[in-house]
């Protein structure tokens, strides 16, 4: 998850409101500044085997920055962690289920606007911390706990 947000001349580009166009007609740099940059796509999740219900928890994989909520190997994430949730305008529609409610990439998959805590939104990029929707301080490395304990941390509060 790339968190750096990129508010120069290129992103806010030509027209306004670009992030409201179908998404497979964005710019590569438009597609990453779309991203909140909360980091609950980071998060491992849990699925109920009868329900198939799926459940987000408080750890974060190990490359997470729990202090700036970017990943620590961005470029190299695939490489580094075969199973990191790499969101790209081909596969939005298979893991689409996989990213919280409240993520840019699947609200604009499901034709639904942009929260008004988005920094595109808002023109500030604290604005998702102060809306309470970042992990920032929020998680637990998965390094730190064993797997067996993750149930432990379900968030109900935040996803």
């Not at 190299?76 to 969101?87: E, F, G, H, T, V």
Request: with cysteine; hydrophobic share 35%; net charge negative.
């Amino acid at each position: 998850m790339n968190n750096v947000l990129l508010w120069d001349a290129k992103i806010r580009m030509t027209e306004s409101r670009w992030w409201e166009q179908p998404l497979d007609g964005l710019s590569h740099a438009q597609w990453e500044s779309l991203c909140d940059g909360c980091g609950k796509c980071c998060l491992h999740k849990l699925q109920d085997e009868e329900s198939d219900e799926l459940y987000f928890t408080a750890v974060a994989c190990r490359y997470l920055d729990a202090e700036r909520v970017q990943c620590n190997c961005y470029t190299a994430r695939a490489s580094k962690n075969p199973d990191c949730l790499i969101i790209s305008p081909e596969n939005l529609p298979e893991i689409s289920d996989w990213l919280p409610k409240t993520c840019a990439y699947r609200l604009r998959f499901e034709n639904q606007t942009l929260p008004a805590w988005h920094p595109l939104i808002s023109g500030d990029a604290c604005s998702v911390e102060a809306a309470g929707q970042s992990v920032r301080h929020r998680t637990i490395s998965e390094d730190d706990i064993d797997p067996d304990d993750w149930e432990e941390l379900i968030l109900i509060d935040m996803i």
